[in-house]
T-cell receptor, first 109, second 115 residues
């Protein structure tokens, strides 16, 4: 079966750095997405990786290793507004998105 | 700029009743999707449409139906609601080519409770 694993919950301190991991086992691979979802709101797009390596976008970076079936989202200079769930999703060989359950990130002052 | 609009925002429904969740987008995106989101689970695809006039089944289609009469509208119908359909429903769209999912744009969600 297809599977996306990410930690259920993480806690970090304002101003710090946090890394949210995602491992996947899917039938084929056509890219990996990260979305942010604040409580009670819609998911919003953060990043897309299809090649190995690090993609940096402001305070957020996303890394992919296709050989290891692994990605992480790195958030720097954490702000209280970064408290949200972070969803990892993989596009499989049929171009269907397989979603992880999400990682709830709690930021403490 | 509206993006994707869903209605209703929230609804409590008696089991056995018929319910249609509405979804309208103004971005002229080809592809549209309906997901349900339940605590502890990832988003699960119910139905999708790659272009107007076509629809397909997702991971959890049973008990749901959709139609895509035009580019903008993609309603989701529960023919006879059951308590297990209590969930938050998200409509989404993408401007990727047919069958190739790109970045998704989501509506604000419809919270449905079936008693």
């Amino acid at each position: 079966g297809q599977n996306i694993d990410q930690p259920t919950e993480m806690t970090a301190t304002e101003g710090a750095i946090v890394q949210i991991n995602c491992t996947y086992q899917t039938s084929g691979f056509n890219g990996l997405f990260w979305y942010q979802q604040h409580a009670g709101e819609a998911p919003t797009f953060l990043s897309y990786n299809v090649l190995d390596g690090l993609e940096e976008k402001g305070r957020f970076s996303s890394f992919l290793s296709r050989s290891k079936g692994y990605s992480y989202l790195l958030l720097k200079e954490l702000q209280m507004k970064d408290s949200a769930s972070y969803l990892c999703a993989v596009l499989d060989s049929n171009y269907q998105l397989i979603w992880g359950a999400g990682t709830k990130l709690i930021i403490k002052p | 700029i509206a993006g994707i609009t869903q209605a209703p925002t929230s609804q409590i429904l008696a089991a056995g009743r018929r319910m249609t969740l509405r979804c309208t987008q103004d971005m002229r995106h080809n592809a549209m999707y309906w997901y349900r989101q339940d605590l502890g689970l990832g988003l699960r695809l119910i139905h999708y449409s790659n272009t107007a006039g076509t629809t397909g089944k997702g991971e959890v289609p049973d008990g749901y139906s959709v139609s895509r009469a035009n580019t903008d509208d993609f309603p989701l119908t529960l023919a006879s609601a059951v308590p297990s359909q209590t969930s938050v429903y998200f409509c989404a769209s993408s401007d990727a080519p047919s069958g190739n999912t790109g970045e998704l744009f989501f509506g604000e969600g419809s919270r449905l409770t079936v008693l």
